[in-house]
C-alpha cells in the first residue's frame, strides 16, 4: 500500500506560491523541499484562480461549495431512500397501499 502524507499546511503552500512568483522554479523548490514540482505547479495555478488570474478551473470556494453540496445531496438521498422504505412499511402494516404513481 502506497505511503500518503498529511496535506501540507496552508502556509507553507502559500510560501512556496511566493517564491515561484518571486523567480524561484517549481524544479529548485522541489530539490530544496519535500513536495513535487508539479504538486507545486498547482498550488501556484490553484492560487492564480483564487485571486482572479485565471478562469480555467473552480476556486477553493467553490471546489468547497461543490464538496458541501455532493454531501448534502448524499445525505438528502440517503433520507428520502429511508421515508420510502418507512412508508411502504407503514402502508403493508395498515393494509392500505399508496397508488403506484408518484405526485413529487
Given at each position: 500500500?502506497?505511503?500518503?502524507?498529511?496535506?501540507?499546511?496552508?502556509?507553507?503552500?502559500?510560501?512556496?506560491?511566493?517564491?515561484?512568483?518571486?523567480?524561484?522554479?517549481?524544479?529548485?523548490?522541489?530539490?530544496?523541499?519535500?513536495?513535487?514540482?508539479?504538486?507545486?505547479?498547482?498550488?501556484?495555478?490553484?492560487?492564480?484562480?483564487?485571486?482572479?488570474?485565471?478562469?480555467?478551473?473552480?476556486?477553493?470556494?467553490?471546489r468547497e461549495e461543490l464538496r458541501r453540496l455532493r454531501r448534502d445531496?448524499?445525505?438528502?438521498?440517503?433520507?428520502?431512500?429511508?421515508?420510502?422504505?418507512?412508508?411502504?412499511w407503514f402502508a403493508r402494516e395498515?393494509?392500505?397501499?399508496?397508488?403506484?404513481?408518484?405526485?413529487?
Amino acid at each position: 500500500m502506497p505511503k500518503t502524507r498529511r496535506p501540507y499546511p496552508a502556509e507553507f503552500r502559500a510560501r512556496m506560491v511566493e517564491l515561484v512568483r518571486a523567480g524561484r522554479t517549481p524544479e529548485e523548490l522541489a530539490k530544496e523541499f519535500e513536495p513535487t514540482a508539479n504538486s507545486i505547479r498547482n498550488w501556484v495555478q490553484q492560487a492564480d484562480r483564487d485571486e482572479g488570474r485565471r478562469e480555467d478551473g473552480l476556486s477553493t470556494s467553490e471546489r468547497e461549495e461543490l464538496r458541501r453540496l455532493r454531501r448534502d445531496l448524499k445525505q438528502v438521498k440517503l433520507e428520502r431512500e429511508i421515508l420510502a422504505k418507512a412508508t411502504a412499511w407503514f402502508a403493508r402494516e395498515t393494509g392500505s397501499m399508496p397508488s403506484g404513481g408518484s405526485s413529487s
